[in-house]
């Protein structure tokens, strides 16, 4: 089975800056297209960003870009993402997401457990 795993999340003042670390497990990391979605309190979950499996390719949600930045270490099957400017409206639980031999993330065939982001004034 492939397993998904956050870290990095916590607690951050507006303005401040954080990286969540997504570790994967169980197959060929090169293989995945991956990103992140997020789900705020009373809130449907959200795309944030994707990089394809090259790594060359990103795409980032309107609310996050020039903010939010996603890089992927295939010799550690990690992706991360680093996260500066944060503001009270980022507060959520950031989701990593893989998709196997796939474009884009239009299909998410695996989903980490979440990890909480609170952004405080």
């Known amino acids: 089975q492939v397993q998904l795993v956050e870290s990095g999340g916590g607690l951050v003042q507006t303005g401040g800056s954080l990286r969540l670390s997504c570790a994967v497990s169980?197959?060929?990391?090169?293989?995945?297209?991956m990103g992140w979605f997020r789900q705020a309190p009373g809130k449907e979950r959200e795309f944030v960003v994707v990089?394809?499996?090259?790594?060359?390719?990103?795409y980032y949600a309107d609310s996050v870009k020039g903010r939010f930045t996603i890089s992927r270490d295939d010799a550690k099957n990690t992706v991360y993402l680093q996260m500066n400017s944060l503001k009270p409206e980022d507060t959520a639980v950031y989701y990593c997401?893989?998709?196997?031999?796939?474009?884009?993330?239009?299909?998410?065939?695996?989903w980490g457990q979440g990890t909480q982001v609170t952004v405080s004034s």
């Open positions: 997401a893989a998709a196997y031999l796939a474009p884009t993330l239009d299909r998410v065939d695996y």
């Open positions: 169980g197959r060929t990391f090169s293989r995945y297209t």
């Open positions: 990089i394809t499996r090259s790594g060359g390719n990103t």
